[in-house]
């Protein structure tokens, strides 16, 4: 089954505990990209990749940390967290934008940081 | 940068009513997508529009895409309970960036 799947699902820590919000897509996609969201703001946008070994900074990158060292996995990591990053987290998977533009997302991870 | 804004942002209907969402630009879109979140779920796509005004149905869903290629609209005709959930849009700059809307929530009541 064509998925992306996010862990951990639901995470609560405390402020500067460093965390990583793991993401695996099995589409073969090249785009990755990871957004956040939060009551009457919608969907915005942290990191994307294009492809592996290639990210860049989306609208609020603020905080966080990428990698992209296989097609599959895309990481999310917060090296200090802090209470405005408490949210609610989506990652996201598509054949290149300019082809089809359709974005796959996994189930979201919401994170509570005290 | 580029902004969409959309509205309403909230709407809570009777079933059986229409319900209509709109999206606006502040510049020129390649295309502009949309997508449903049912509560505690994750955004599903439902629809990309690419030419200056196309409209698009998916049985009672009526997309429309501005001459302008600037504004979008989702329309729903007699809404029911399985219609529950937040829309968003999500317009594509040239360039390939995609920028969502906020949402709108969609509550029907029976």
């Known amino acids: 089954e064509a998925q992306v799947t996010q862990n951990p699902r639901y995470l609560i820590t405390v402020t500067g505990k460093k965390l990583t919000v793991t993401c695996s897509q099995n589409?073969?996609?090249?785009?990755m990209s990871w957004y956040r969201q939060d009551p009457g703001l919608g969907l915005r946008q942290i990191y994307y990749s294009m492809n592996v070994e290639v990210t860049d900074k989306g609208d609020v990158p603020e905080g966080y940390k990428v990698s992209r060292k296989e097609k599959r996995n895309f990481p999310l990591i917060l090296e200090s967290p802090s209470p405005n990053q408490t949210s609610l987290y989506f990652c996201a998977s598509a054949t290149p934008q300019g082809f089809t533009g359709e974005l796959f997302f996994g189930e979201g991870s919401r994170l509570t940081v005290l | 940068g580029q902004q969409v804004m959309q509205i309403p942002q909230y709407q809570h209907v009777q079933e059986g009513e229409d319900f209509t969402t709109y999206c606006n630009s502040s510049?020129?879109?390649?295309?502009i997508q949309w997508y449903k979140q049912r509560p505690g779920g994750h955004p599903v796509f439902l629809i990309q529009l690419v030419k200056s005004g196309e409209v698009k149905k998916q049985k009672r869903l009526t997309f429309q895409f501005g001459e302008a290629k600037k504004n979008s609209s989702l329309h729903i005709t007699a809404t029911q309970t399985t219609d529950v959930g937040t829309y968003f849009c999500a317009g594509m700059e040239y360039g390939n960036k995609l920028v969502f809307g906020a949402g709108t929530i969609l509550r029907v009541k029976s």
């Open positions: 510049t020129t879109l390649s295309n």
């Open positions: 589409m073969n996609h090249e785009y």
